[in-house]
């Protein structure tokens, strides 16, 4: 096995003393921190950023700024905000003096964030403006994004929805065009908070469903959750009832999600009431959105494990029952959706359904075997045999 970037920089040190080399010496020191702070070993990269302070001259403001900034950066982590705060101040006071101002930005940030930490909210938010004025679009998008989306999430925090509103709007432009999928969720979540606050649920539903689908499950399940939280919470607001209630139950089944998503899902069920809503949100939507809409309802399916997951196949095979117009595409979409699972989630959703079959009067089952034998047959070869021997269908 190789050698870790954090023992190569060991071993690059002794080459480098500090008394013939203090430069070079220092900025191993830096990186040596960063691998470090990687590593969660805080103590020892705080260690080695005052090290290399002690090595960088005074007339390398540049490189003491930098290194400041690195060393606010861990005594934050570290849970020691003021001396953080002091860190950040002198960082900035050097980097100031440099001709790209890009460089001092990122110390007004870490300040902003410091800041609004120990509640000094008017601070926090001249120091994120500073920050946004610091860094260019072309330049740093990335960075421009991250700082206006701190400050907007501050005004909104602060009940200052429509000044927040084209902060948080331009921080999810410069994320989405930058393929910064995960900065595009956090903004896309807030700029729904503040459309939803502002009384404009349509535009909020289209911000969390953006933020719902840029914190895939599988990848940030916590973020996810919260989304899909906020989706129903606008669903709600615009009166569909039915996709906000499907929404909330599927948030409760992301064991991720934290206490207070879990808790903001709870109170839409209850206000809501009861009640299985898949058919009825299928029967306001149209046909080409059904496979989307069924995808994320199988996975919360798979989520759930008996005994749920039967209770949810016989409300599925009620429903199709009293839609028999439209079962065979009704199935199809459900098909396409189960297709994409895990073998195990495929083999539990066909066995709960195969299952609840049994519960259905003999001719209102092979009916629904019938109809969706023909759905099946809309797929390849190999999938429908799947499908058909999994699901006990009738070949058309």
């Known amino acids: 096995m190789g050698?870790?970037?954090?023992?190569?920089?060991?071993?690059?040190?002794?080459?480098?003393?500090?008394?013939?080399?203090?430069v070079k010496s220092a900025s191993l020191h830096r990186q040596i921190a960063h691998e470090l702070a990687i590593e969660g070993k805080l103590g020892e990269a705080e260690v080695s950023l005052r090290t290399a302070l002690e090595l960088y001259r005074h007339d390398l403001p540049t490189e003491r700024g930098e290194t400041l900034n690195a060393l606010g950066a861990v005594l934050?982590?570290?849970?020691?905000?003021?001396?953080a705060a002091r860190v950040f101040t002198e960082a900035i006071e050097l980097l100031q003096r440099e001709p790209n101002p890009a460089r001092a930005g990122a110390a007004h940030f870490n300040l902003g964030l410091v800041q609004?930490?120990?509640?000094?909210?008017?601070?926090?938010?001249?120091?994120?403006?500073?920050?946004?004025n610091s860094f260019d679009a072309e330049e740093h998008p990335a960075e421009l994004g991250a700082a206006l989306?701190?400050?907007?999430?501050?005004?909104?925090?602060?009940?200052?929805?429509?000044?927040?509103?084209?902060?948080?709007?331009?921080?999810?432009?410069?994320?989405?065009?930058?393929?910064?999928?995960?900065?595009l969720g956090a903004s896309a979540n807030l700029t729904g908070l503040a459309q939803l606050a502002l009384g404009d649920g349509p535009a909020a539903t289209e911000a969390f469903a953006e933020s719902t689908s840029a914190h895939p499950l599988g990848l940030r399940p916590e973020a996810h959750a919260m989304a899909k939280a906020n989706l129903a919470l606008a669903c709600e607001?615009?009166?569909?009832?039915?996709?906000?209630?499907?929404?909330?139950?599927?948030?409760l089944s992301i064991a991720e999600a934290s206490p207070p998503v879990v808790e903001q899902a709870r109170s839409i069920l209850e206000r809501l009431g009861p009640g299985y809503d898949l058919h009825l949100?299928?029967?306001?939507?149209?046909?080409?959105?059904?496979?989307g809409v069924l995808r994320d309802e199988v996975r919360h399916w798979a989520r759930t494990g008996?005994?749920?997951?039967?209770?949810?196949?016989?409300?599925?095979l009620a429903g199709m029952v009293e839609r028999d117009a439209t079962s065979v595409e009704r199935s199809e979409a459900l098909f396409a959706a189960v297709l994409e699972l895990p073998p195990e989630d495929f083999d539990a959703i066909a066995t709960a359904?195969?299952?609840?079959?049994?519960?259905?009067?003999?001719?209102?089952?092979?009916?629904?075997?019938?109809?969706?034998?023909?759905?099946?047959?809309?797929?390849?070869?190999?999938?429908?045999?799947?499908?058909e021997t999994a699901f006990e269908l009738e070949s058309p």
């Open 3 to 22: 050698d870790s970037s954090l023992a190569k920089l060991r071993r690059a040190l002794t080459r480098f003393p500090p008394d013939r080399y203090p």
């Open 149 to 183: 989306r701190e400050l907007g999430g501050l005004l909104l925090v602060a009940g200052r929805e429509e000044e927040a509103l084209p902060y948080l709007q331009r921080s999810a432009e410069l994320a989405a065009a930058g393929g910064d999928r995960a900065g």
């Open 306 to 316: 008996p005994p749920v997951i039967g209770e949810l196949a016989s409300a599925w």
């Open 116 to 132: 609004r930490e120990q509640g000094d909210i008017g601070a926090a938010e001249a120091a994120f403006h500073r920050a946004v």
């Open 76 to 83: 934050r982590d570290r849970g020691r905000p003021g001396e």
């Open 237 to 251: 607001s615009t009166g569909e009832a039915h996709r906000a209630r499907q929404l909330a139950h599927q948030t």
């Open 281 to 291: 949100l299928l029967d306001t939507e149209a046909e080409e959105a059904w496979p």
């Open 353 to 387: 359904i195969t299952t609840s079959l049994g519960s259905l009067p003999p001719d209102q089952a092979a009916r629904f075997r019938s109809r969706a034998g023909r759905a099946a047959a809309r797929f390849h070869i190999p999938q429908m045999r799947r499908l």
